[in-house]
């Protein structure tokens, strides 16, 4: 059931920076851990970023380690990803996810970890 939205996705440049962001229209978002994913064509969806309910633990994909930022703004009832550092291999559907937590729960690392799924959005990185 999908009761997350993408947004930021677009077309850039290699080098480039982009901010994706995640909302939870109806949801309370603070109630829950969120993760960001994405799949490229013809690859498995994979795990890029996460964080807990209380923001203090964050997990990062080791190929957007030091490039990527993971923030929550549970007044916004919204998560953001900012990517700097833009590659070509960065390009994929980013999909964000979330499921209810603890508020000092871990990180979530797995697909199956979570129940909410948002549609994606494309982020195209040119060379």
């Known amino acids: 059931q999908e009761q997350l939205v993408e947004s930021g996705g677009g077309l850039v440049q290699a080098g480039d920076s982009l901010t994706l962001s995640c909302a939870a229209p109806?949801?309370?978002?603070?109630?829950?851990?969120v993760g960001w994913f994405r799949q490229a064509p013809g690859n498995e969806r994979e795990f890029v970023a996460a964080?807990?309910?209380?923001?203090?633990?964050?997990s990062y994909g080791d190929s957007v380690k030091g490039r990527f930022t993971i923030s929550r703004d549970n007044a916004e009832n919204s998560v953001n990803l900012q990517m700097n550092s833009l590659k070509p291999e960065d390009t994929a559907v980013y999909y964000c996810?979330?499921?209810?937590?603890?508020?000092?729960?871990?990180?979530?690392?797995?697909?199956?970890?979570?129940?909410?799924w948002g549609r994606g959005t494309q982020v195209t990185v040119s060379s």
């Open positions: 109806g949801l309370t978002f603070g109630w829950y851990a």
């Open positions: 964080i807990n309910r209380s923001g203090g633990r964050i």
């Open positions: 996810a979330a499921r209810e937590a603890a508020y000092y729960s871990p990180t979530y690392l797995l697909l199956n970890d979570y129940k909410l």
